[in-house]
């Protein structure tokens, strides 16, 4: 079965850091683009950033640009996300997902919480 | 940025009814878009892509259709599990973007 599962989510005080995790299984990760995909509380879903299967190359929402980082380990079929300079408006659920290139974001993990917050 | 505008905002229906719900994108994405569910507490689940073809597992009275600007996600016959919120996503361009989402509830 494939699946993707997050973790590392908290909270955090403005201007913080946190690094988001994401293990896939059930396919071969070393081959598939991966993305990060948020939504804030009682919001719509908002596409954050994406990363080619070898790691290559990285897309980034304007509204992360230069403040959070996606990398990867096809070693241990981990995603990840540095998430650095935090605000408010960051407060999301922060979804894994395969996909974003050329194929749509299929499956999708449980979501793991970030609050940011003084 | 391509701009997914979804309506209606909220549909109010009923088990057994037939659902119709709109995409229409700022500019043309060609046949690159997708619909997703999200029920309450859970996470997305994509449900067509390339805007007509079902998603492994999806049940056959999902259907999607249209191109270019305009979409349509018809449901037809709304199950009990069927009451969500659905949400459309372009792939056309940079950055990937979502509609703001419809939520189908129990009139």
């Known amino acids: 079965e494939v699946q993707v599962l997050e973790s590392g989510g908290g909270l955090v005080q403005p201007g913080g850091s946190l690094r988001l995790s994401c293990a896939a299984s059930?396919?071969?990760?070393?081959?598939?683009?991966m993305s990060w995909v948020r939504q804030a509380p009682g919001k719509g879903l908002e596409w954050v950033s994406l990363?080619?299967?070898?790691?290559?190359?990285?897309h980034y929402a304007d509204s992360v640009k230069g403040r959070f980082t996606i990398s990867r380990d096809n070693s241990k079929n981990t995603l990840f996300l540095q998430m650095n300079n935090l605000r408010a408006e960051d407060t999301a659920v922060y979804y894994c997902?395969?996909?974003?290139?050329?194929?749509?974001?299929?499956?999708w993990g449980q979501g793991t919480v970030v609050t940011v917050s003084s | 940025e391509i701009v997914l505008t979804q309506s209606p905002a909220t549909l109010s229906l009923s088990p057994g009814e037939r659902a119709t719900l709109s995409c229409r994108a700022s500019?043309?994405?060609?046949?690159?878009l997708g619909w997703y569910q999200q029920k309450p507490g859970q996470a997305p689940r994509l449900l067509i892509y390339?805007?007509?073809n079902r998603a492994t597992g999806i049940p056959a009275r999902f259907s999607g259709s249209g191109s270019g600007t305009d979409f349509t996600l018809t449901i037809s016959s709304l199950e009990p599990e069927d009451f969500a919120v659905y949400y459309c996503?372009?792939?056309?361009?940079?950055?990937?973007?979502f509609g703001q989402g419809t939520k189908v509830e129990i009139k």
């Open positions: 996503q372009q792939r056309s361009n940079w950055p990937r973007t």
């Open positions: 997902a395969k996909g974003g290139y050329n194929i749509y974001f299929d499956p």
């Open positions: 990363i080619s299967n070898s790691g290559g190359n990285a």
């Open positions: 500019q043309s994405v060609s046949s690159y």
């Open positions: 390339d805007a007509s």
């Open positions: 059930g396919f071969t990760f070393s081959n598939y683009a």
